[in-house]
T-cell receptor, first 110, second 113 residues
Framework: GEDVEQSLFLSVREGDSSVINCTYT??????LYWYKQEPGAGLQLLTY?????DMKQDQRLTVLLNKKDKHLSLRIADTQTGDSAIYFC??????????FGDGTTLTVKP | GAVVSQHPSRVICKSGTSVKIECRSL??????MFWYRQFPKQSLMLMAT?????????EQGVEKDKFLINHASLTLSTLTVTSAHPEDSSFYIC?????????FGPGTRLTVL
């Protein structure tokens, strides 16, 4: 079946850029998502990208997609302590059902 | 985007009892809702697809008799954990899809003693 992989932990200093990487296996993936989950809370959709796009920028967030390598990344510029959370990458080839990675715990140090 | 609510947000129950979790789409008519489960420090796992007016579709390994899903209207789906056991303790999250975007509820934390 489909598989999505992420590194589990990332630690950065406040003000630096954070880059969270994700790889997936389903070549028919149509949508790729990034979600943020703060402790004890549900998921918050941060951004998504269609598989026919290479890049999408939204304020401090930049998503890069390398479809050939099935590699997705999320860059957070000027990372703040409030960005500390778990970030999930997910893919969907059928809008609605998504396969999630295990999440990357981002820790931002002052 | 769609607004999704869940009730209750937290529930603690004794082993052997049944617990019902509600998922409501507040501003969007959802013919399909999804139920996910999240274990501590782990990813979301899709449990089932809830279809309005018909039977839910369960993912492999999910016991349909244990996790009863009812999608009686376009705005409400319920998940009932029957005869709950401590291993059912988890975070349960529902979602709806509007076009190409998935919207998640805030989740329900179930603790079975």
């Amino acid at each position: 079946g489909e598989d999505v992989e992420q590194s589990l932990f990332l630690s950065v200093r406040e003000g630096d850029s954070s880059v969270i990487n994700c790889t997936y296996t389903d070549s028919s993936s149509t949508y790729l998502y990034w979600y943020k989950q703060e402790p004890g809370a549900g998921l918050q959709l941060l951004t998504y990208i269609f598989s026919n796009m290479d890049m999408k920028q939204d304020q401090r967030l930049t998503v890069l997609l390398n479809k050939k390598d099935k590699h997705l990344s999320l860059r957070i510029a000027d990372t703040q302590t409030g960005d500390s959370a778990i970030y999930f990458c997910a893919e969907s080839s059928d809008a609605g059902k998504s396969t999630f990675g295990d999440g990357t715990t981002l820790t931002v140090k002052p | 985007g769609a607004v999704v609510s869940q009730h209750p947000s937290r529930v603690i129950c004794k082993s052997g009892t049944s617990v019902k979790i509600e998922c409501r789409s507040l501003d969007f008519q959802a013919t399909t809702m999804f139920w996910y489960r999240q274990f501590p420090k782990q990813s979301l796992m899709l449990m089932a697809t809830s279809n309005e007016g018909s039977k839910a579709t369960y993912e492999q390994g999910v016991e349909k008799d244990k996790f009863l899903i009812n999608h009686a209207s376009l705005t409400l789906s319920t998940l009932t954990v029957t005869s709950a056991h401590p291993e059912d303790s988890s975070f349960y999250i529902c979602s709806v899809t509007d076009a190409n975007t998935q919207y998640f509820g805030p989740g329900t934390r179930l603790t079975v003693l």
